[in-house]
């Protein structure tokens, strides 16, 4: 089966990442394209695991020697997606889940058209801003950006072809999971589909001679 990245964009604090780690958790087939970043980390946040942390002239280094699929400024810091982040994940033959935000998703998916596009709403409002401020590792300043930013990510959700409303985790894990799998069994996805009906056929001629 072809493995093809998966998008999952989100307002900051609607849960995308800690939607993408149980994915990881749950299923073998899919892995975890780490972004590179200019945001300082946050309390318990590895390099390399949570993202690769690096100064904006590392940064700026990286989109001059084109190391990446996609890039965008993102409340006020920069993200992007390394192409060799893409590439280590599939070469294991495992599906890319990417976190990223929604100028990314529209610039990735125009090169790359069989990746997937997964919103993820809050159930509310309020629930979004609770989320946020529940954080306690953000200020003030920072909430209001990401507030403020959610309004326009949300305004381009047309963009995605599929939707979940994290209300409850393990049921939006579920519901990924579940457009994964039909992902899977779409036809180009397939291509072992395409023998096992060469062979139906060749038993059903091979039958018909002697019927
Ligand atoms: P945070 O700072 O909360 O980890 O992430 C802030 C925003 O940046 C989120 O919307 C997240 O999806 C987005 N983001 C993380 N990695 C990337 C990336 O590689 N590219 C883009 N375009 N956005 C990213």
Redesign the pocket.
């Known amino acids: 089966m072809n493995p093809f990245p998966i998008i999952l964009?989100a307002p900051?604090g609607a849960g995308?990442t800690t939607i993408a780690r149980r994915l990881l958790e749950v299923r073998k087939d899919v892995g975890y394209s780490v972004?590179a970043?200019t945001?300082t980390p946050r309390p318990g946040e590895v390099d390399g695991t949570a993202y690769h942390f690096l100064s904006p002239e590392q940064f700026s280094q990286a989109v001059r020697e084109r190391e990446f699929a996609?890039?965008?400024q993102?409340?006020g810091g920069m993200?992007?997606?390394l192409r060799r982040e893409v590439e280590r994940v599939i070469a294991d033959r495992q599906h890319v889940v990417m976190?990223?935000?929604v100028?990314?998703a529209a610039q990735f998916a125009a090169s790359f058209p069989e990746a997937i596009r997964i919103f993820i709403l809050p159930p509310s409002g309020e629930t979004l801003v609770k989320r946020l401020k529940g954080r306690g590792t953000e200020s003030r300043e920072t909430i209001v950006t990401r507030l403020r930013d959610a309004v326009g990510e949300i305004g381009v959700l047309d963009e995605f072809e599929y939707v979940v409303i994290n209300d409850e985790l393990d049921c939006a894990v579920s519901q990924v999971s579940c457009i994964i799998d039909a992902e899977c069994l779409r036809r180009v996805n397939s291509p072992g589909s395409a023998r096992v009906a060469a062979e139906i056929v060749s038993a059903l001629q091979a039958e018909l001679l002697h019927f």
Request: hydrophobic content about 15%.
């Open positions: 964009s900051s995308k972004s970043t945001r996609e890039y965008a993102v409340h993200y992007g997606t976190d990223i935000d100028q990314g």
